[in-house]
């Protein structure tokens, strides 16, 4: 369980195969976010149909609603949404900070207000892996601190911070059908990120993630982080980008080595009637597309343009129906993921990294940066 | 096409097969309501795994969005919300007298004001019958007046304006794909009813509908009603109830010969957290149904009911996650769908008649009537 075999390489681009509890990932691989134990307005079966491998879900949402003891007593995270392939649970931390209304951190942890009821509730690294062993993911995260990218003071702090809680996390762990990943932060200051790949990879984990990016730094910035960390991680376990990305940002990750990526981007741009499409992002609402008959996109293999027209859900989102954030959500992560298996493809045919610039390219208009999509 | 063949009765109570260009209609039949040219929240594979055979959608609505015109250009509203079965609309009356902001009546037609933006628009028995033309559902319906059930006099007028219009309607019809059916109306009164049923009887048309019922009168009202009519009409035309019912209307209606009904309720009920089910409706926001590990119906073969607890489904209520709205709808139109069959399997092998108390029992507490479900 948890071995990671490498099966081509490109230059740092690798893919391979993770295999976990609920089956094997093939990586790269990008994985839809279900926040609350559901992937906003798609069944389990349109996961499937979209050949999604791994689902995301946040355990800060779930520890608070319905609760990780209730999760836990209906037999845990899968059988409950009934989603019955690998899965990863975030460890809380990114969303405290992000999300809660008022909070505290000390060394020990994270006192905070529920962004619900206003309700006190504390998170410490043992907490955290309770938690995330009561969901019972395949994959689990070290509670951390992600700081402002900028600030160094701060920044080493949170890292040494994450460091120790790193360390805590391991020990705390008792479920072996669990892969808990330490994650490296530092900002964006290349000598912190340095220390903490070098630290995060001295522990015994079965893979590493890379927190803290996505957050408000720049592309550059975000670049030469993973140059600098991906090079000092080992080749032999999977690295995790949290939380990133738009399709260029997963182009320049595996490019720089990375396995696994999550994102909301698919389904929150879905929810505001934006489409990934060849000729750039579609605004569907827009009044252009009340008479056009083609799909989303030609050239895409999914249920919503292998079956309705443009026309047809610009008409549902101009009347409100729901159906049209289903549909787009369905077509916006199908593109995703048939990304990955296209940079999957290359990659074993060895072709991939003469490929990045056309990838890129093609993806040009789809890649503008949105702040903030990590919620 | 356009035949009504009875294979079975019971009674009063029959089983049959009407043939459109879509398909066959095995009756009696229960239409899920499309109003916006989508049955919300629901695709339509959805629909096709709960057995649904017709469905309607709403010619006002669709009219002022995204216009006739415009669906007629998609290639008809089929190809454009990729339903390809048998579909009815209505006429627009309806809905012009219970959602309009103004309307103005006379004895050509209504003007009234959208309910959306307050723009100004008129109706005719021509108008109407062009709009659905242009729409191309299989069974179509003549323009017609639904009047305050207990207003003698004012029925008696809206009654003979609703003859004169299905006149001028089947002189209006030109395409030979669609069945138009005319109305009979006459409120709760004995004599306009059997007029409007002699009358309607009287034209040319392959199907008849039932009017002007499910808008406030009681349930004694309804059925006194039905016995009237459905005497009254001819047996070799399928009956239609416009906008029934309940549970128990269905059976109510089955017993008085009627073969076809269309309700907003399962799905509008899903909206509000309501599910049918064995011991009665379920409200599953309920606390009581945190930890509850059963299905919503654990004789109902639906997705829902096969994949999901009560539990999971009240998480997503509890989590405002439209995930919730989707499943209760495909159970609720299961049900009643699944009612159906055993209604047409029962009037088959011809023990209908005798378990129709046996039928309200389990279905008592599901059959609380709801005012105004017909919007």
Redesign the interface.
Known sequence: MFQFAITARNNRARTGIFSTPHGDLITPVFAPVGT???V??????HLKDINASLVLSNTY?LYL??GDE?VR??GGLHK???WHGPMLTDSGGFQVFSLAQTRQIDDEGVTFKSHIDGSTHRFTPQRSIRIQENLGADIIMAFDECSDPNDHEYSKLAMERTHRWAEICLKAKRRGDQALFGIVQGGVNPDLRAESARFIASLDTPGIAIGGLSVGETKQEMHDTLDIVTLLLPENKPRYLMGVGTPEDLINGVVRGIDIFDCVLPTRLARHHSAFAPEGRLNLMNATF??D?RPIDETCDC?ACK???R??I???I??K???A???ISIHNLRALIRLMERIRAYIADGTFESRVPELLKQWANNAKRRESVNG
Not at 40 to 45: C, S, V
């Open positions: 609350q134990a559901t906003k307005t798609l069944t389990p079966e949402h609603r319905p209730l007593d209906m409950f949404m009934q009340a008479r008959e249920y079956t309705f027209t026309a047809y610009r008409h549902l101009v009347a129906e729901l159906l954030g289903t549909l």
